[in-house]
């Protein structure tokens, strides 16, 4: 078999000609190949996606695809999921390995063990706490959820996953992402006061037994440095220049924004609810810069006008790193029968992992 391409060759090949290596390579793979892009993706490397979705709908995707080959333009928890989803038996490839989460990296298995330790000071964590994890998390922090009564979630099942967390133990303690939870769990009903703050920097995570006692849900100290860039001022000003305008956030924003917005959900549903909005409607929208550009592209013709809620450019610097030029790589790869870059979840993990997802996929259906 021929030696693996090196990506230095196609490190300084210009977009156009990466482009037309892709549309030739997923020409002859056929459908022994699924590319599969999320939404943040710059257009570059989302036009040449077969499907795109938020984390729930690339999952769902990822587990009922029979593609020999996955190809996913996301990052690398996503990638995680896919080869989990699928118990190993596909190539995951994730085009550049370096696209990872900083979010997810907030959290890490040495730290959640000790807080979950340290939890059991104060209370008994396996008979009172339900572990959730974020789908934006390492693998073996979902297979701690799985090992320890827990389950995953994404923004868009969010809810149902805390329903069925309390309806099984009295707490959940929540990692990696404290705006999601406390978002979540605010628009259940929970008071402010009883989701507390788990930093995990310190001992007992800042907290006093008694804070831990009353608490509904802990929230791991994580956050997306993406949705920190939008504040509830640039949603002031907006109301002040169009009164009759709609504002839309992803529930990773912090409580403020969200509490600002008129609507707040995933990826997926921001764009279902701008494109089902009437010609006339004027939107300001919290999420990656990617994604609403093109959907103020899109819905332009139709006489909607979409705006970005920073006045800065934000963008998700690791979905930035799949480029068409490590697309390119990988898919030229495969076709000489070379697998590059394949995310492999070792089995002790995948499989307690694979439990705390496939609940997640059964709850929330
Ligand atoms: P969605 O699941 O809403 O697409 O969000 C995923 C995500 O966090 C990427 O930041
Ligand atoms: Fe992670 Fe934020 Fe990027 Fe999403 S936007 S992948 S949460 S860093």
């Given at each position: 078999?021929?030696?693996?391409?090196?990506?230095?060759r196609?490190?300084?090949?210009?977009?156009?000609d990466?482009?037309?290596?892709?549309?030739?390579?997923?020409?002859?793979?056929?459908k022994?190949l699924?590319?599969?892009?999320h939404?943040?993706?710059?257009?570059?490397?989302?036009?040449?996606?077969d499907?795109?979705?938020?984390?729930?709908?690339?999952?769902q995707?990822?587990a009922?695809?029979?593609?020999?080959?996955?190809?996913?333009?996301?990052?690398?928890?996503?990638?995680?999921v896919?080869?989990?989803?699928?118990f190993?038996?596909?190539?995951?490839i994730?085009?550049?390995l370096?696209?990872?989460?900083?979010?997810?990296?907030?959290?890490?298995?040495?730290?959640?063990?000790?807080?979950?330790?340290?939890?059991?000071?104060?209370?008994?964590?396996?008979?009172k706490?339900?572990p959730?994890?974020?789908?934006n998390?390492?693998?073996?922090?979902?297979?701690f959820c799985?090992?320890?009564?827990?389950?995953?979630?994404?923004s868009?099942?969010?809810?149902?996953?805390?329903e069925?967390?309390?309806s099984?133990r009295?707490?959940?303690?929540?990692?990696?992402?404290?705006?999601?939870g406390?978002?979540?769990g605010?628009?259940?009903?929970?008071?402010?006061?009883?989701?507390?703050?788990?930093?995990?920097?310190?001992p007992?995570?800042?907290?006093?037994?008694d804070?831990?006692?009353?608490?509904?849900?802990?929230?791991?100290?994580?956050?997306?440095?993406?949705?920190?860039?939008?504040?509830?001022?640039?949603?002031?000003?907006?109301?002040?220049?169009v009164?009759?305008?709609?504002v839309?956030?992803?529930?990773?924003?912090?409580?403020?924004?969200?509490?600002?917005?008129?609507?707040v959900?995933?990826?997926?549903?921001?764009?279902?609810?701008?494109?089902?909005?009437?010609?006339?409607?004027?939107?300001l929208?919290g999420?990656?810069?990617?994604?609403?550009n093109?959907?103020?592209d899109?819905?332009?013709?139709?006489g909607v006008?979409v705006?970005?809620?920073?006045p800065?450019?934000c963008?998700?610097?690791?979905?930035?790193r799949?480029?068409?030029?490590?697309?390119?790589?990988?898919?030229?790869?495969?076709v000489?029968?070379?697998v590059v870059?394949r995310?492999?979840?070792?089995?002790?993990?995948?499989?307690?992992?694979?439990?705390?997802l496939?609940?997640?996929?059964?709850?929330?259906?």
């Open positions: 078999m021929a030696a693996a391409l090196k990506i230095d196609f490190n300084l090949l210009p977009d156009e990466c482009d037309a290596r892709i549309v030739a390579a997923k020409k002859i793979l056929g022994r699924a590319v599969l892009g939404h943040y993706q710059r257009d570059e490397v989302f036009k040449h996606a499907f795109s979705g938020d984390s729930l709908k690339l999952s995707m990822a009922n695809s029979d593609a020999e080959h996955i190809v996913f333009c996301g990052v690398h928890f996503m990638a995680e896919a080869d989990i989803l699928t190993g038996e596909r190539n995951v994730l085009p550049d370096a696209a990872g989460c900083s979010m997810a990296d907030m959290a890490n298995l040495v730290k959640v063990r000790k807080c979950w330790n340290e939890l059991s000071e104060v209370l008994d964590p396996d008979q706490v339900t959730v994890t974020y789908i998390s390492a693998a073996d922090l979902k297979a799985g090992s320890h009564g827990g389950i995953v979630c994404t868009s099942n969010a809810r149902g996953v805390l069925w967390s309390f099984r009295e707490k959940v303690l929540f990692f990696p992402d404290q705006h999601l406390r978002n979540t605010h628009r259940m009903g929970i008071p402010l006061e009883e989701m507390v703050l788990w930093d995990f920097t310190k007992m995570g800042g907290l006093k037994p804070e831990i006692r009353k608490a509904k849900i802990i929230l791991w100290k994580g956050f997306c440095s993406v949705h920190q860039m939008f504040h509830p001022n640039h949603i002031v000003k907006f109301r002040r220049d009164p009759d305008g709609k839309i956030s992803h529930p990773e924003n912090d409580f403020e924004v969200c509490e600002n917005s008129d609507y959900g995933s990826t997926e549903y921001i764009l279902r609810t701008v494109r089902a909005s009437p010609a006339g409607t004027h939107w929208v999420t990656e810069l990617n994604l609403v093109r959907l103020r899109e819905m332009k013709p139709k006008t705006q970005f809620m920073s800065m450019v963008m998700c610097s690791t979905m930035f799949t480029d068409p030029q490590h697309l390119a790589w990988t898919l030229d790869n495969l000489t029968g070379q870059n995310i492999q979840v070792p089995q002790e993990i995948a499989d307690p992992a694979r439990a705390a496939d609940l997640m996929l059964e709850v929330v259906d």
